[in-house]
């Protein structure tokens, strides 16, 4: 009888020390977890902190150091400027004049927009990878409404880059017109100026679009 008793302590001590031993597992992987879930977290914010200084800078039409270093502005910003402003009253010397000032500064605002955009884009992918390991790990609804608002704001300024892409082309072609002969009441412009007058209004729209989803992300 005392070795049944002896046996059956020491069964029930080594069943004890299993049980130990496997909470203390399960607290200590919990705990490299939750480490790990934290860091995580910190490269979300911080991600998400660089991307709203890329955004706010994509914005208004500005770049970061890089990108100003990869396209400047032309000398003759000034000059280019005020010939766009009175198209249609100028001479074909100061259309021609215009053209050729295209090629160095028409492209400028445009190019830098897309180079800003696609930085934004990369920098959400790389932000998109943390987010997607955290939600193998657990479920954060806060995060994930930002990843989903994040998401919307990059389609809509890719969005913007193409409709200022668009209305680089149309301002070519009327320039390309007037040069040739044709006047402002002619068909092909009008639809031209139509056209741009359809994607300034799409772009009025993508602004708003655009601030408000960036309030939303900065609250």
Partial sequence: MKKFIENHLMISLTLLLIAVALILGAWVADSNQKKVEEKI????????????????????????????????D????TEYEELLTSLESLSKK???????????????????????????EREFEIYSTFVSILKELREDKEIDRHAGLWSNLITLEKDRSTFLSDQNHIQAKIITLLISGSTVS??????????????????????????ALRASLEQ
Wanted: with cysteine.
């Fill in 74 to 77: 032309c000398s003759r910003r």
């Fill in 94 to 120: 100061d259309l021609v004049a215009a053209q050729n000032l295209f090629e160095s500064c028409g492209k400028f605002y445009t190019e830098r927009k897309a180079l800003m955009v696609s930085k934004l």
């Fill in 41 to 72: 977290v910190e490269q979300i914010i911080s991600a998400e902190s660089g991307m709203l200084q890329l955004a706010t800078l994509t914005d208004r039409n500005g770049a970061d150091e890089d990108i100003s270093q990869i396209v400047s």
């Fill in 186 to 211: 002619s068909k092909e412009l009008v639809e031209l100026i139509r056209d741009a007058g359809e994607i300034n209004d799409l772009l009025g729209v993508s602004d708003h679009k655009i601030d």
